[in-house]
């Protein structure tokens, strides 16, 4: 904070909102937009492998491997996201706890369920009660990207479900006449084509994955949309050095702008790379591109 704001009564115009935005809290919202950055970063290669790997798995040819895929994709498709959230963070925390605690507490004379409670030996807390705050907050992160990717994995996988089937089949037909075996034709043949005709629909998954960010407030990570919330609400004079009536509108339009740039760069991002993997290929797409070249 600037030097000069050491007393805000004192401060009018543009000396008084410079000191205003500068305050520890608005330091810890401009530290929020890296976290829902690394959120993205993290989360959508992370969905990209749950989701081939359920592709995979629901095209299998083993029954019982394909049943496993194909519900997968049902069940997580099938329930809201925020019920989902709010159900796999508590069961995958109190699952490892579990563990944690058959392993380092089986002498534990009391259940685990007492009630409405579930207790645990100090030993399989997860992290430990003396942890520090940034250990907590690292710990409920890597909870969230793990949701996000199984839930977001699972519409990824029912998209590469369809684009592998999208793949002409005189293509694979043709790599068995070369004498491509299963794998050779699946690994340099059929994943190579399907992703001209993945990409739309992963297009449209991570600009919902980026407005899904916001979920992360619900699983207790103090995201933009958390502190956006808590310093535009109204502010009295006894509890704030900075009092203001409430200005949640304007944070929440600084969110709306922020967003609208970052799904349109992805938008243009996207395309350019729809282009790329559009030549040669033979889609609609592809056959514009070739009439341009001409």
Not at 6 to 21: A, F, H, I
Not at 176 to 201: D, E, H, K
Not at 259 to 269: D, G, K, Q
Request: include cysteine.
């Amino acid at each position: 904070m600037f030097s000069y704001c050491t007393d805000p009564e004192t401060l009018s115009g543009l000396s008084w909102l410079s000191c205003y935005l500068t305050t520890g809290k608005h330091m810890s919202l401009y530290y929020a937009v890296p976290t829902v950055l690394l959120l993205l970063a993290l989360t959508a290669p992370l969905a990209l492998g749950v989701g081939f790997l359920g592709a995979m798995a629901a095209r299998a040819r083993f029954a019982p491997l394909s049943w496993v895929g194909k519900s997968y994709i049902a069940i997580v498709r099938g329930v809201p996201d925020v019920a989902f959230f709010l159900f796999f963070v508590i069961a995958l925390d109190q699952a490892l706890e579990w563990l944690l605690h058959k392993a380092r507490c089986p002498d534990w004379p009391e259940p685990v369920r007492q009630g409405n409670d579930f207790v645990v030996c100090s030993a399989a807390k997860i992290p430990p009660g003396t942890a520090p705050q940034w250990i907590h907050e690292s710990y409920g992160f890597m909870l969230a990207v793990v949701t996000f990717a199984i839930v977001f994995g699972a519409f990824v996988a029912n998209v590469l479900f369809g684009a592998m089937r999208a793949v002409p089949r005189a293509q694979l037909e043709t790599a068995a006449a070369y004498g491509m075996n299963t794998r050779q034709t699946f690994w340099r043949i059929l994943v190579p084509q399907m992703w001209v005709y993945a990409l739309p629909g992963l297009g449209n998954l991570w600009m919902v994955l980026i407005k899904a960010t916001p979920l992360l407030f619900l699983l207790g990570v103090e995201d933009i949309v958390y502190w956006a919330r808590e310093l535009g609400g109204a502010k009295t004079a006894r509890f704030s050095d900075y009092p203001h009536p409430d200005w949640r509108m304007w944070y929440f339009f600084g969110l709306l702008v922020f967003y609208l740039i970052f799904t349109r760069i992805s938008e243009i991002f996207l395309e350019r790379l729809m282009q790329r993997l559009s030549h040669g290929q033979a889609t609609t797409g592809g056959e514009a591109l070739r009439k341009a070249d001409a």
